[in-house]
């Protein structure tokens, strides 16, 4: 997708916050909407929205969009909408099947603290799942695509610890993309098999712009090998299984280190409410 095209799909995407949705401090749109240039009119864009105070923003939300909750939910209030949030689940709530002009659009709200935590820490590994495939930034106030550089960091070095000592590229991605689904019950049941395959033919570009820096880390500290091998780029894991098992503890320690340079946007997280 060239340059102009992907300007006019982003001001799309961002329609709903344009004209529908309170102000928001991180949006990303997400899902298999995005592997395709056009989507039809039943396609569904899915939403995730960080805000500093989610009770405010459900407030003003009910008043504007009260049709987007359920009618028990709409009678109970902002203040139990977010209580649910943060006592039930992980931490986000979702307004599912919302009528927008020719389209449908699902939206998950989440505090900005939480958000930041769970990709800092994988505390729910819920949205740090998400952000570790690939998702279209629409809102970026509190730079949390940089704080996402230590979760795709931590998602690399777990599969690598999973992958047997020789895999393609595309096994990396396939494997990353699987974390979030372990021990998810719907993909016994409800999910398609095949939704890791999807996700990762649809998006191997995307995944390559986002892994690509951390495999050539890797590679120049020598605890990765490449070579040219069918379609995809193979891999060799250059050094002993313990010693691989080391770097990667410490290389996750020395990136953790990245919290205490981020001490203003910590602050900003913590006085959140």
Known sequence: MNAVAEEDRAAELAGPLRDLLPPVDFCCAYGSTLLHARPDGTSMVDYIIGVADPLQWHSENLERNPAHYSRWMAGFGAGAITGLADHVGVGVYFNPFVEWRDKRIKYGVVRMRDLAMDVLTWDRFYLSGRLQKPVHVLVDNWDIRKVNSINLEMATSASLLLLPAEFTEYDLYAQICSLSYMGDLRMLFAEDKDKVKKIVEGSFQSFQLMYSPLLQEY???????????????????????????????????????????????????????
């Open 219 to 273: 590679i120049a500290e020598g605890l990765l090998k490449t070579s040219s091998h069918g379609q995809y780029k193979t891999f060799r894991i250059a050094v002993h299984v313990q010693q691989m098992n080391c770097s990667l503890f410490f290389r996750g320690r020395s990136k953790a280190k990245c919290k205490e340079g981020t001490h203003c946007t910590e602050k900003k997280y913590h006085h959140a409410p």
